[in-house]
């Protein structure tokens, strides 16, 4: 691995420890998809051998939950509990006022399902994720039905976007939803981003969108001079 790997790591998993701490006894968590959601999660675990109690938690990725159910932490279900505590997980993108790009790992539905049902989200992520506009450096993630992907490629390239339909090896990537992803650039980021959520909420086919838009209530950023909290 690189320096600046390493770096980010180190970043990425002193923010995790600190989300870690947020944790109460009786608490029901949702768990994040990615490199430092698996931090948190390691941290999260490592905090109940440690003697913290939770009720139990919400995986927003079949990956995650087996890494959780690896450590022994409980699972429960939306049936059984509707309404989290705390949902913790990672970005890809962070503008100023906390909106976030997220589905590099092709998660973002269930994400989105995890934040929408959690009292409070809470991202973690090291100080390379914060731009001054969304879409600035890394491309916005869109999960579609495959029946509808071509349909919707079109629609998105006319609204100026550079499509690509995401890959693993030869074959299309394909979410825990069954889904596929079209990475989107746009040649400027995205101006708007509530504008542009909007008009693709609308494109049938489209299941959902990566921009999670003032849905993260706080944000620990690791660097090099520690954890911040935003704002
Ligand atoms: O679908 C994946 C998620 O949105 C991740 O939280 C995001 O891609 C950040 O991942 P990482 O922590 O690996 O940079």
Redesign the pocket.
């Known amino acids: 691995m690189t320096a600046q790997g390493t770096n ?1 790591d180190a970043w ?1 998993r002193a923010a995790s420890e600190a989300a870690a701490s947020l944790v109460e006894d009786g608490m029901l968590v949702g768990l ?8 948190f999660i390691r941290a999260l675990a490592k905090r109940m051998q440690e003697g913290l109690h939770i009720a139990g938690t919400i995986s ?2 079949l990956a995650s939950q087996e890494l959780a159910q690896s450590f022994g932490i409980p699972v429960t279900t939306f049936e059984a509990n509707p309404t989290l505590d705390l949902y913790i ?4 993108e962070i503008d100023p006022q906390l909106n ?9 539905l269930r ?1 989105k399902i995890v934040a929408s049902a959690s009292r409070r989200f809470v991202v ?3 100080h390379l ?1 914060l731009v001054e506009r969304l879409g600035q450096s890394f491309a916005l ?1 869109i999960e579609v039905v495959p029946f509808a992907t071509p349909l919707v490629k079109r629609q998105l390239t006319d609204l100026g976007a550079n499509v690509q339909l995401r890959s693993k090896g030869e074959t299309p990537f394909i979410t825990d939803n069954q889904n596929m992803i079209l990475d989107c650039t746009f040649a400027q980021g995205i101006s708007d981003p509530a504008a542009l959520d909007e008009r693709l909420h609308h494109i049938v086919g489209i299941v959902e969108t ?1 921009l999670f838009l003032g849905m993260a209530r706080q944000v620990l950023i690791g660097g090099p001079n520690g954890v911040q909290t935003l704002p």
């Open positions: 980010r990425k994040g998809t990615g490199s430092t959601a698996a931090f927003s990725s997980d990672g970005a890809d976030l790009i997220k589905g590099g790992g092709g998660a973002l994400e973690v992520a090291d994720k993630p990566g």
